[in-house]
């Protein structure tokens, strides 16, 4: 015992006799877990950037002007009008999400489709297909407003499109009779609708269906998340996995400096001492567990002082996911260093495996954005064991149980990594 705590302490002087690096191992993962975090909403309090988003105005009705001025008060687009080409160019550079011309004859056209009595026009969207998920809200948001502007037109009290909808099935050609009493009588309807429905002198704005159909529900949104908590802290999730990288890349080069020291003659002096290969190994895992849970908690704390993360589950159960992460981080450094053997292997295959584990486990791109067989096979993976404990003890407001669940698996994946730096470390020099 007294030669594992001396070998424990001797590792931890030199770890932090170095005060540049320990200062960029600290500051590494900050910088970059608040890139991210505010990259993916921040705290909740800043104002998201809304669609880039270039109209073309071909029509000019005020069917048209009022899709155009809808488009311009929502809050998800930030709208500019521009010509065609260059608003074309303007997409292809990357510098708008997309691009809407309305063709000429849009508002005729459109109302008369709505009833069915013609052909659609066609709406040109440009967009850049780098940015699918900006798409999407343009056509939403598209379809949304142009369904309201064409059928606030279509129920104007001045009827202009109902009397030639009236005209155009009075003079067709091959309408059945029947056929053409049901669709007179459908516009004598309307026509009723649309003078009791008339806005009154000096009204600001039309009523009931003369201004145009709207969405028949609303939608409330319930965040699923701790009950006390304001909102989602998206530095929450940036720092658990930031924090997951550099940690596991500190316990490589924990590994990696052992290697290092067996080329020197202090590793033939350690051998001819009385310390056994597990206590060697033992005290280089347990130091770097311990350099790891510091680093990790340093960093925790500035989540939670500076960037406004909260821990709304478990203290406790924050402790033992990263107690548990740190001794998972001490072991692999092991694992791969002994399988790696020397020190130039051993950095080409920590690249690869921490890479690996970093990606898998959510902590550059979120896990939901997987295909459905890769979500499963993450459950295996332990990093994704070590973020999903550490959300669910800040955001997600889960209890003790989850995170013992946690720490559980990353102790046993710890011991599966000790075992095997055990059994192939070799002691001497290749």
Do not use: C
């Not at 998201?48 to 155009?68: C, E, F, N, W």
């Not at 001025?69 to 997309?98: C, F, M, N, T, Y």
Request: without cysteine; positive net charge.
């Amino acid at each position: 015992m007294h030669a594992l705590l001396a070998l424990v302490q001797k590792d931890l002087r030199i770890f932090l006799s170095d005060r540049r690096a320990l200062l960029l191992t600290l500051l590494a993962p900050i910088l970059i877990a608040a890139f991210f975090g505010s990259l993916f909403g921040g705290s909740g309090s800043a104002k998201k950037a809304g669609v880039a988003l270039a109209i073309t105005d071909l029509d000019r009705s005020p069917a048209s002007q009022a899709l155009v001025a809808a488009l311009r008060a929502d809050a998800h687009l930030k709208l500019q009008e521009l010509d065609a080409e260059p608003a074309q160019a303007l997409v292809r550079a990357g510098k708008l999400d997309a691009a809407v011309q309305l063709p000429a004859g849009f508002g005729q056209q459109a109302g008369r489709a709505l009833f069915g009595a013609g052909p659609r026009p066609v709406i040109l969207l440009h967009h850049d297909p780098s940015k699918a998920m900006g798409l999407a809200v343009v056509q939403g948001l598209l379809a949304q407003h142009a369904m309201r502007s064409l059928s606030q037109a279509a129920f104007q009290a001045d009827g202009r499109l109902m009397a030639d909808l009236r005209g155009q099935v009075q003079h067709a050609q091959g309408l059945a009779a029947a056929e053409q009493q049901e669709l007179l009588a459908l516009f004598d309807q309307v026509a009723r609708v649309q003078r009791v429905s008339a806005p009154a002198a000096g009204a600001s704005a039309p009523s009931g269906v003369s201004g145009g159909l709207r969405q028949p529900f609303d939608t409330e949104l319930v965040a699923a998340q701790a009950p006390q908590q304001a909102g989602y802290n998206a530095y929450a999730h940036s720092f658990a996995g930031m924090g997951v990288q550099f940690i596991l890349m500190l316990g490589v080069d924990m590994g990696v400096a052992l290697l290092l020291l067996r080329r020197q003659d202090l590793w033939k002096r350690l051998r001819a001492a009385p310390v056994s290969r597990t206590v060697l190994l033992g005290s280089r895992l347990l130091s770097s567990a311990l350099i790891a849970l510091g680093v990790f908690t340093v960093l925790m704390a500035v989540a939670i002082a500076v960037f406004g993360v909260r821990v709304q589950g478990s203290w406790l159960g924050l402790a033992l996911v990263l107690l548990g992460f740190a001794l998972f981080t001490a072991a692999f450094g092991l694992a791969v260093a002994a399988l790696g053997r020397t020190p130039e292997a051993t950095r080409g295959l920590a690249i690869v495996a921490t890479l690996l584990l970093v990606m898998l486990g959510g902590a550059w791109v979120p896990a939901f954005m997987f295909p459905d067989w890769l979500q499963q096979l993450t459950l295996l993976v332990p990093t994704r064991w070590a973020i999903d404990g550490l959300d669910a003890m800040t955001w997600r407001g889960l209890g003790l149980a989850e995170a013992a669940q946690q720490a559980g698996l990353l102790s046993a994946a710890a011991l599966l990594m000790g075992g095997l730096a055990w059994w192939r470390f070799e002691w001497a020099e290749a």
